[in-house]
């Protein structure tokens, strides 16, 4: 254990990244001026974290894996900031220990997208990683530089973020309002927070459903999120864009949603947060609705696959 630590502290001292690289591109680096843990940290808590896990993985299910899932969170964004605030990189050009140990976890432990990072950066010697977590057949995942791009295979909408943001969750579904519906939930990176543990990551939700029936698709989405119709809207300043905004005093849960009518469809882009937290990678709710692109009407009588016949689902 000692020898692999002297190892990912003398990776770290290495440059790792060729000039003429902008770092994630299009979404803001002021989230990561503020790390869960410090450097030091992260390179005795990966080590532990990966025995842990070979001694561990194998007893985990569904509802045990969260836990480690989120811990994979917090060591990975605490990494990402202490490389950018060094090498001001996000992703390391060549192979990097650290991010290959914890990316060799993250399909196993339930995050869509995995492989693509940790075949980028793992070591020549090292078999590549087959997709563990299938991307379903109506989306597509690719990785370009430090920043995922997601989009539907018709091309209806796509958008960008950057790679240690992590997918747990794409789906098509029929909505229990009846509307075909495709959903898209992603962890923001971790930040301190104002709750007892004290740190979490947000989330974002990207919703989109390819019926004209805007109120009733907002008005469906913004009870199923929680957030009352009468609540107070406020411009974003982003694509002319607005937002209905609530605070759970209770819970210090945070939620927001954004609520767009286009001419290929409805779409709902939600960023929850707990208190803290949602201040921090606010920012980054924001460069996500511009980074999102959105086809026309043509391209949307393409939209979704269709929809199982296992009926409607509950959200």
């Not at 050009?93 to 693509?116: A, M, P």
């Not at 543990?197 to 009870?223: C, H, V």
Request: glycine share 6%; aromatic share 12%; proline share 5%.
């Amino acid at each position: 254990m000692k020898r692999l630590i002297a190892i990912l502290l003398l990776a770290f001292s290495s440059p790792i990244f060729a000039s003429e690289y902008t770092p994630q591109q299009g979404y803001s680096l002021e989230p990561l001026n503020n790390p869960v843990f410090d450097y030091a940290h992260v390179v005795v808590d990966v080590t532990a974290f990966n025995n842990w896990l070979n001694d561990n993985y194998s007893k985990l299910n569904a509802e045990t894996m969260k836990g480690p899932r989120e811990h994979l969170y917090y060591l990975l964004c605490s990494y990402i900031s202490a490389i950018y605030q060094r090498d001001k990189v996000i992703l390391p050009k060549d192979h990097d220990l650290i991010l290959e140990i914890l990316f060799s976890w993250s399909e196993r432990l339930g995050v869509f997208g995995g492989s693509l990072v940790y075949n980028k950066i793992k070591r020549e010697d090292m078999q590549p990683m087959p997709e563990l977590m299938k991307i379903p057949d109506s989306f597509k995942l690719s990785l370009k530089n430090d920043l995922y791009s997601l989009k539907t295979i018709t091309n209806t909408w796509s958008v960008t973020f950057p790679y240690y943001f992590m997918v747990g969750n794409m789906n098509d579904f029929q909505a229990t309002n009846g509307m075909k519906t495709q959903l898209v939930s992603i962890s923001t990176g971790v930040s301190k927070d104002n709750t007892k543990a004290g740190r979490s990551q947000g989330t974002l939700m990207l919703i989109y459903s390819p019926s004209d029936e805007f109120e009733s698709f907002s008005k469906y989405w913004l009870n199923q999120l929680g957030i009352p119709l009468e609540s107070k809207i406020n411009s974003l300043g982003v694509k002319n864009l607005k937002s209905r905004a609530v605070f759970d005093k209770a819970s210090l849960l945070r939620k927001e949603v954004t609520l767009m009518p286009t001419e290929n469809g409805s779409y709902a882009i939600a960023f929850l947060g707990m208190d803290g937290t949602y201040q921090a990678n606010r920012q980054h709710y924001l460069d996500f609705l511009n980074q999102l692109q959105v086809a026309n009407k043509e391209t949307a009588n393409k939209a979704l696959q269709p929809t199982p016949k296992s009926g409607a689902a509950e959200i």
